[in-house]
């Protein structure tokens, strides 16, 4: 049981986060917003008399997307990445970047085969939460994180110094939150 001397009545500022991702590392310095994902898991109804329905538990959760949004530095670097990320996932420009990506090779019979690891596609990304000293609090990782959708960049001539922003939508297995990285 928690006392009231226990409860810790700082709030979580917006503002004190950072967000590693393993597989694109220049993200990192730019990111601009970032969502913890929601979670929702289903329920089983079972009928329970004349006009009533009794609600259970259900046995499969799932999850938002984690959304990232971040500053595009001025040579297309951290988009750069992301987009190579998702061509290598789904060849867009040369199917060779699959094998080269994924670590694989084509069989005899000409079919794609692990060579050693078919996680390449995936990274583990962690959003971390500092206190409002600055200090790393609460560690979020998301498993087996990958690029859904990248966003355009929009462009306006005669516009104010404003950066060009970017969002970046990832799909992942689930997240924990932990006190230690």
């Known amino acids: 049981m928690a006392y009231k001397s226990d409860i810790n009545k700082s709030i979580l500022n917006r503002n004190n986060f950072r967000l590693l991702i393993d597989k694109v590392p220049t993200v990192e310095y730019y990111v601009r917003t970032v969502n913890i994902p929601g979670v929702t898991f289903s329920e089983a109804q079972q009928a329970a008399g004349i006009g009533v329905d009794a609600f259970f538990p259900g046995d499969k959760a799932s999850f ?79 498993h087996d994180a990958f690029p859904i959708s990248l966003s355009s960049i929009e462009l306006e001539s005669g516009a104010d110094a404003e950066p060009a922003i970017c969002t970046v939508s990832f799909r992942f297995t689930f997240y924990e939150i932990k006190t230690t990285s």
């Not at 750069?80 to 080269?100: A, G, Q, R």
């Open 64 to 142: 938002d997307t984690l959304e990232v949004s971040f500053i595009v530095d001025e040579d297309l670097a951290n988009f750069t990445e992301i987009y190579d990320w998702i061509d290598s996932i789904v060849p867009i420009s040369n199917s060779k970047n699959f094998e080269t990506y994924t670590d694989t090779a084509k069989t005899k019979t000409n079919v794609l085969a692990s060579v050693n690891n078919d996680q390449n596609q995936y990274s583990d990304i962690t959003l971390v939460i500092n206190t409002n000293k600055n200090i790393p609090n609460r560690f979020i990782r998301f």
